[in-house]
């Protein structure tokens, strides 16, 4: 595994840990712009990033010759 795929690995496992968010279990505030709830817009945000991280995975880490696969 190069050095690339670990450190995408790690990205991807720091991302599930933030998925599970134990730490905001019945937390009803902050409201975001007075009506959206915190897990709301926490995972709004979340699903951003994870997009924005699979698009690295693209450009980043996938193989550039990807026929041999």
Do not use: Q
Request: proline share 4%; charged share 10%; net charge positive.
């Amino acid at each position: 595994m190069s050095v690339r795929e670990r450190i995408f690995v790690l990205v991807l496992a720091i991302f599930v840990a933030l998925h599970l968010d134990l730490w905001g279990w019945g937390w009803i505030e902050p409201m975001l712009f007075g009506w959206i709830p915190y897990h709301l817009w926490y995972h709004g945000l979340l699903t951003l990033f994870v997009a924005l991280c699979m698009v690295w995975l693209v450009l980043w880490v996938w193989p550039k010759n990807s026929s041999k696969f």
